[in-house]
Nanobody, 115 residues
Framework: QVQLVESGGGLVQAGGSLRLSCAAS????????MEWFRQAPGKQREWVAA???????NYSGSVKGRFTISRDNAKNMVYLQMNSLKPEDTAVYYC?????????WGQGTQVTVSS
């Protein structure tokens, strides 16, 4: 089993920055990739970014160039640095871990961007 705990959300003005953190524990050796998703009120959960065990990253078109995903394997942490935030980035952000037999999810952290 893998447990994930997100932190770092909050309220920020448009144009500002936030860094989200995701702490992983448990059977972390089984994690193949880590990802960030987000879900705005009334909308489906949306994929944001991913990072493989080897460090390869990928981003959705809506955040590319503004967000950066990174990981610290020694600390079992994954981060999402979010710059140039827009009101449309407002959502609950979730960390997920890709496992051989499924996906583990964190509880989410709220990000609110005011205009």
């Amino acid at each position: 089993q893998v447990q994930l705990v997100e932190s770092g959300g909050g309220l920020v003005q448009a144009g500002g920055s936030l860094r989200l953190s995701c702490a992983a524990s448990g059977s972390i050796f089984s994690i193949r990739a880590m990802e960030w998703f987000r879900q705005a009120p009334g909308k489906q959960r949306e994929w944001v970014a991913a990072i493989t065990r080897g460090g390869t990253t990928n981003y959705s078109g809506s955040v590319k160039g503004r967000f950066t995903i990174s990981r610290d394997n020694a600390k079992n942490m994954v981060y999402l640095q979010m710059n140039s935030l827009k009101p449309e980035d407002t959502a609950v952000y979730y960390c997920s871990a890709d496992l051989p037999l499924g996906t583990a999810w964190g509880q989410g952290t709220q990000v609110t961007v005011s205009s």
